[in-house]
């Protein structure tokens, strides 16, 4: 059988949990959920839609990273409001929310490579000067509005980079990368920094050298308390919403 008559590949069927996430958010935007009221329960909807608990929770899961509802513990799922359009705005409140990117692309720019970098060494803590870093840009939509530098130990970089990891997707290194880590991932520590752009990065999100910009920079660290991630993430804010709920305990 010839190249031309291999029968064609039957199309990707689409996630159980993308089609539920689909549904409940036009049903959100539309306001039959209007802001401020509570969502179905999870068995509620899992016997609405003839679904998993599993996929309700996967659809519940993207909806929170998207900002569109919040979980008011001990109490219930509510209605954020409706998703801003062509700026990709985040909801985050947990580590989960943070390994999850729904509805964007990742563009790798560089795979790991070993380096000479004391400082970021430092940072994670590594008994040596050299460090594995991998650079990916991040789209909304097809725009671009973050720039992520990822560093990591040289032996954990060598793995990634013969996994194919980062790679394109709505993935993060992170959570592409913890099946590889002796122990599983139990935090982050976050700063948050306002600077100008630099012009090296500045046309790679979309804005001029010396707009304002911030800075997210993480360390991410194991059960056992040692660091194995450090990133640093440039957004355009123009194009970037950071949206979180506080609420005082009930």
């Known amino acids: 059988m010839t190249d031309k008559e291999q029968p064609a590949s039957p199309p990707r069927k689409t996630p159980a949990y993308r089609l539920l996430t689909d549904a409940l958010r036009a049903d959100i935007e539309a306001g039959v959920y209007a802001q401020g009221r509570k969502m179905p329960t999870e068995e509620v909807l899992r016997t609405r839609y003839n679904v998993s608990r599993h996929t309700v929770r996967q659809a519940l899961q993207t909806l929170l990273t998207e900002g569109l509802i919040y979980r008011v513990q ?4 509510y209605v954020s409001g409706r998703q801003s359009s062509g700026r990709y705005l985040r909801s985050i409140g947990s580590l989960d ?7 964007t692309e ?3 720019l ?6 000479v970098d004391p400082p970021i060494a430092q940072r994670l803590e590594l008994p040596y000067i050299e460090v594995s870093r991998a650079l990916v840009r991040r789209s909304f939509k097809g725009v671009p509005f973050v720039l992520t530098r ?14 194919g990891i980062p790679t394109k997707g709505e ?9 590889f880590l002796e122990r599983p991932v139990a935090g982050a520590r976050q700063d948050i920094t306002a600077m100008n752009a630099p012009a090296e990065e500045a046309e790679l999100i979309g804005c001029k050298p010396g707009d304002a910009i911030l800075l997210i920079e ?4 194991d059960t056992a308390g040692n660091f194995v991630e450090f990133t640093a993430s440039h ?3 123009r194009r970037y919403g950071y949206r979180m709920e506080l609420r005082r305990a009930q």
Do not use: C, K, M
């Open 106 to 108: 990742t563009e790798v």
């Open 235 to 237: 957004f355009n804010p």
């Open 97 to 103: 929310e943070i390994v999850v990117w729904p509805h």
């Open 110 to 115: 560089e795979r790991f490579a070993t380096q």
């Open 150 to 163: 990822h560093y990591v130990a040289p032996e954990l970089g060598d793995t990634l980079r013969a996994e």
């Open 218 to 221: 993480r360390l991410y660290y």
């Open 171 to 179: 993935g993060t290194v992170i959570g592409s990368a913890e099946p």
């Open 74 to 77: 001990g109490s219930g799922t």
